[in-house]
């Protein structure tokens, strides 16, 4: 028996079994800093495996939800985004880039009622911060757009 758990300990991660009885591997959640390098290497379809690893972890990171939403985002999944970022904004409210992103998200979609929206939620929040000031001029391009 020993020497059985000595092996099992050897072995990086854990194994679980599943209700039928199967054994599955389950790696260590990756670290924030992985994603952020998938994320600014524009790797996101590589990003929301690592996000939702780490989520399954950390279940109230409104960080987390954030870059899963922006990750969806610029993969052009706007169903998906649009859940994460409603999740993000329900962990933190004033979450800054969740409010941006979400109205970015909404000019993709064809949306921007509800982009202004965001725009005046942001304001509220922050006045001119840099986030305000990224929404406002996506807004207005792409009112120079139509």
């Not at 800093?33 to 998938?38: A, G, H, P, T, Y």
């Not at 840099?130 to 120079?144: G, P, T, V, W």
């Amino acid at each position: 028996m020993k020497r059985m758990i000595m092996a099992c300990l050897l072995i990086p991660g854990s194994l679980f079994a599943s209700a039928g009885g199967e054994f599955s591997y389950l790696a260590s959640a990756p670290s924030m800093q992985e994603i952020k390098m998938n994320i600014v290497e524009n790797k996101y379809s590589e990003a929301i495996p690592l996000l939702k690893k780490y989520l399954g972890r950390n279940p109230a990171s409104a960080e987390a939800y954030n870059y899963l939403g922006y990750s969806y985002r610029k993969t052009g999944h706007l169903p998906e985004a649009f859940k994460a970022y409603e999740k993000a904004l329900a962990l933190n409210p004033k979450h800054l880039s969740a409010h941006e992103y979400l109205g970015e998200a909404y000019l993709m979609n064809n949306e921007p009622e509800k982009a202004r929206a965001v725009l005046a939620q942001l304001w509220g929040i922050c006045r001119d911060c840099e986030e305000f000031r990224d929404l406002a001029k996506a807004i207005k391009e792409a009112r120079n757009e139509n």
